[in-house]
């Protein structure tokens, strides 16, 4: 069974940052993309950022310049570090993943539970 849970969520102030850390158990033989997402309340749930397996990101482009997604391929996590949090940052963030998985011989997209962020201003 593949498990993510996201920790580093929080309380800060507008204009801080938070650094949102995803990490994986379970029988994952290949990590693909890696993502984030976020839902706000009363929204529906919403991209904010993609790294793939070489290496390569994309935002959102209400966070671009302001968060920076990593990744570690030898411990399959993946971070979110984010600068210059606005109130309107404020949501669930979730960790989303597209992996393989030997037991099930198949490409899956698994979640985590997510993690609150709120940013007072």
């Known amino acids: 069974q593949v498990q993510l849970v996201e920790s580093g969520g929080g309380l800060v102030q507008a204009g801080g940052s938070l650094r949102l850390s995803c990490a994986t158990s379970g029988n994952i033989f290949m990590i693909n993309v890696m993502r984030w997402y976020r839902q706000a309340p009363g929204k529906q749930r919403e991209w904010v950022a993609s790294?793939?397996?070489?290496?390569?990101?994309t935002y959102a482009d209400s966070v671009s310049g302001r968060f920076t997604i990593s990744r570690d391929n030898a411990k399959n996590t993946v971070d979110l570090q984010m600068d210059s949090l606005k109130p309107e940052d404020t949501a669930v963030y979730y960790c989303n993943i597209n992996a393989f998985v030997l037991l099930h011989g198949a490409w899956n997209d698994y979640w985590g539970q997510g993690t609150q962020v709120t940013v007072s201003s």
């Open positions: 790294i793939g397996s070489g290496g390569t990101t």
